[in-house]
């Protein structure tokens, strides 16, 4: 497709453990375009967070990661870039959101200074202009009197405010790809619908496509456009939400949505769960081989 932003083409990688190398992504595959919302669920250390950190190259780069395949961001191959040019792309073409707000943060600069340090770093403006878009980027994400919010501290915002903050550096260059690996699991309900909706939004107004990371498959289905379900490493099934939640092929993605507890039924007394015999799902074959 010619407006696909990003490209993940039979993405491989593995990490050099003390028992030897270990394969945790398999052969994964997929693109989001222009404006999409792309879902990537599935259970804790099935290799989401991998897969999203290989594409911003934030795996170690001592020698202990390597890789199969490519990434092509905007057409360009992110694993066969320099540093320096990759250190380029990242906070400007491609961004990222963390789950917890706190820790993206730095705790002795103003909000000002750390949305101002990314436009200052990617953009040939100067302090003036860069602190009117900051102002412009802070009301994008829907805080209010932003102005005033420039000389705050994070510890002075709730935690919703605070992940307004980290997805206004994120956004403050325009991406074209936006990373948001668990955004909201660190937030109240209401919240978390209050930062859900505001990506959504974001990713219309200025087309930006978004890797939604999330185990609430929930939030998935109500954010993305297409989803994809990755277990032990592996895509096992993608499509549309509709395909995957309405029509699931795969064992495991079956057993995932079994396990939503109904809404408008009565709750059964005993939750339906996802066996850990990887034998129950037979039509996987072995994820996890050493190189
Ligand atoms: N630097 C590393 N060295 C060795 N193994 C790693 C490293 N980083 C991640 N892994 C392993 O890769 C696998 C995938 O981890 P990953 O963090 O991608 O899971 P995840 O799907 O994001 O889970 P969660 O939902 O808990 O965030 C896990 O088995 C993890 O232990
Ligand atoms: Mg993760």
Redesign the pocket.
């Given at each position: 497709m010619a407006n696909n932003v990003l490209e993940v083409k039979g993405l491989s990688s593995w990490?050099a453990?003390e028992n030897g190398d270990?394969k945790?992504i398999d052969d994964v595959s997929f693109s989001i375009a222009e404006g999409e919302i792309f879902g990537l669920v599935?259970?804790?250390?099935?290799?989401?967070?991998?897969?999203s950190r290989s594409i911003i190259r934030l795996?170690?780069e001592d020698g202990s990661t390597a890789y199969e395949g490519s990434i092509l961001v905007e057409g360009t191959d992110v694993l066969r870039i320099s540093e320096s040019r990759m250190r380029a792309m990242r906070g400007n073409e491609i961004a990222m959101v963390f789950q917890d707000p706190m820790s993206a943060l730095n705790p002795v600069y103003t909000i000002g200074d750390q949305i101002m340090e990314s436009i200052l770093t990617h953009r040939r403006v100067g302090k003036a202009q860069a602190r009117k878009l900051t102002i412009e980027t802070l009301d994008a994400v829907g805080y209010p009197s932003p102005e005033q919010a420039l000389s705050k501290y994070p510890h002075q915002l709730s935690g919703g405010m605070r992940q307004r903050v980290v997805i206004a550096i994120a956004v403050a260059c325009r991406p074209k790809l936006l990373i948001a690996d668990?955004p909201t699991t660190a937030l109240d309900v209401t919240t978390q619908k209050q930062i859900v909706d505001l990506i959504l939004d974001l990713s219309q107004r200025f087309g930006m496509a978004v890797l939604f990371i999330s185990?609430d498959l929930n939030l998935v289905a109500d954010i993305s456009n297409r989803v994809a379900v990755?277990y032990h490493?592996r895509i096992v099934e993608q499509g549309t939400v509709e395909s995957i939640f309405d029509h699931p092929q795969r064992a495991y993605t079956k057993g995932l949505i079994s396990c939503i507890p109904p809404l408008h039924r009565a709750v059964p007394e005993e939750l339906a769960t996802v066996p850990a015999n990887l034998d129950e799902f037979g039509d996987l074959g072995p994820a996890k081989e050493g190189r």
């Open positions: 990490f453990t270990v945790v599935g259970e804790s250390g099935s290799g989401k967070s991998v897969t795996l170690p668990e185990h990755m490493g």
